[in-house]
């Protein structure tokens, strides 16, 4: 019984949010047409030297922000709506020749632009279906009772006609709870219809698509680029300052105690014990790098090994849920790799988190890992906590990065890869450490 009480309340506030969503979706729609007319005198005063140039760009600034906000309200409703516009020119300064140019063949512009009328007539039709269905079933729930008290005469309403019997009266109550409930099943639906209509016109063409796709991998082989060549210039460094020091100074002291060996024997075995403790330091600094470029643990035992060995590193207890079926390809298993490894890091200088979970799924072809805390939430991806590298880390294999981080916490950061899974799983990777 309570599960059934908890999802007839789901229920219930999916379809409330729904009728809301209608009610805004009518407010919306009475900006479209102002927008469309502006647009209209805008483009019809294009001609003018100056006052075109500026005009027009601004209008069309209005016009991007209505259908991002139409986008954005789709999105909720589970339709993904791309923004389909052209990168912006360089340089490009409003009220300039570039950025007129730029947004008037920009066909996204115009698509902009056709859906705003029609956009504000589905918009508005469907959102006041999906209000007033569930308020005349309010209605019969809460005026019909109200008649009766006040004795007016006229007792409710009907589906078709009036009712002014009592048994006809009984039978309002049962009716406005049906049509409630219609009303509220109904109206998620049509707020997917809307947002399907929104689409036609808001997401970008196969053309448009393709032209995203390519400045996306443009700009992530970019960022794969500079964070090899970073990488490497990393490696150099580390190994020009720590390990080929050490290594020189180890020959040093050997040279020298091979001097000594002869003369002063006990001065000979005292640097020979240093040259032994410098090797031993240097074979450790050799397996950090190694660590950093890719840990043999990683390797061996496959990502949910490396991840729990990490973890047991870690001076806060961090709680490891791994299923995974097999095994990524290894550049994959390696980004997905540091990128918790990072988050981790990133939860032991800045969170204050008493404790951690790592969960790491493979489902609909996405490799899903979800790193959480308990710490002090608040992380802000723009103040160089890391997670900046985080993401072009991810974008170079199409992956995305999500961070919930509310004041007070707890932080939340979700991070998916398309993949699949090659090698099958020799070993258990599922459990709870």
């Not at 007319?37 to 760009?57: D, W």
């Not at 032209?211 to 190994?239: S, W």
């Not at 410098?278 to 790098?289: D, G, P």
Request: aromatic share 6%; net charge positive; proline share 7%.
């Amino acid at each position: 019984m309570a599960g059934s009480g908890v999802r007839l309340g789901r229920w219930a506030r999916r379809g409330l949010r729904g009728a809301l969503s209608g009610l805004a979706a009518m407010g919306l729609a009475f900006t479209n047409l102002p927008l469309l007319v502006v647009s209209i005198v805008a483009l019809a005063l294009a001609p003018v030297p100056f006052l075109g140039l500026a005009l027009v760009p601004w209008t069309m600034t209005l016009v991007r922000k209505r259908t991002d906000l139409e986008r954005r309200r789709a999105s909720r409703t589970g339709v993904l709506v791309t923004r389909p516009y052209h990168p912006p020119p360089e340089r490009a300064v409003a009220g300039a020749w570039p950025h007129f140019r730029w947004t008037v063949t920009d066909p996204a512009t115009w698509r902009d632009l056709a859906w705003l009328g029609p956009g504000a007539l589905v918009g508005f039709g469907l959102g006041a279906v999906g209000v007033l269905v569930p308020l005349y079933g309010v209605v019969g729930l809460t005026l019909t009772p109200l008649w009766i008290w006040l004795a007016t005469g006229w007792y409710g309403y009907g589906a078709t006609f009036a009712i002014d019997t009592w048994p006809g009266v009984l039978l309002c109550l049962p009716e406005g709870a049906a049509v409630l409930a219609g009303g509220l099943w109904l109206a998620p639906w049509l707020r997917r219809v809307d947002a399907y209509f929104a689409r036609l016109f808001l997401a970008p063409t196969r053309a448009a698509e393709l032209r995203l796709r390519v400045t996306h991998l443009t700009v992530t082989r970019a960022d794969t680029v500079d964070a090899q060549a970073a990488e490497l210039r990393r490696i150099e460094r580390d190994l020009h300052d720590g390990v080929q020091a050490r290594l020189a100074s180890l020959s040093m002291t050997i040279g020298l105690a091979d001097k000594l060996i002869d003369r002063n024997p006990a001065q000979a075995h005292k640097l020979l014990d240093e040259a032994r403790e410098s090797s031993h330091t240097a074979l450790v600094e050799l397996r950090h790098l190694i660590r950093g470029i890719h840990p043999p643990v990683l390797a061996e035992r496959g990502l949910g090994g490396a991840v729990r060995a990490l973890a047991l590193s870690l001076p806060v207890p961090i709680t490891i849920d791994v299923d995974l079926p097999g095994r990524p390809d290894t550049p994959v298993e390696s980004a997905a790799y540091f990128a918790v490894a990072e988050t981790l890091t990133n939860m032991i200088r800045h969170s204050r988190a008493h404790t951690g979970s790592v969960s790491i799924r493979h489902a609909d072809g996405a490799l899903r890992m979800v790193v959480t805390d308990d710490g002090g939430g608040g992380a802000d991806p723009a103040a160089g906590t890391g997670l900046g590298g985080i993401e072009r880390r991810l974008a170079a294999f199409d992956g995305t990065i999500a961070l919930s981080s509310p004041p007070g916490g707890p932080t939340v950061i979700t991070m998916e890869v398309p993949c699949a899974l090659s090698l099958p799983r020799t070993m258990p990777s599922s459990g709870t450490d």
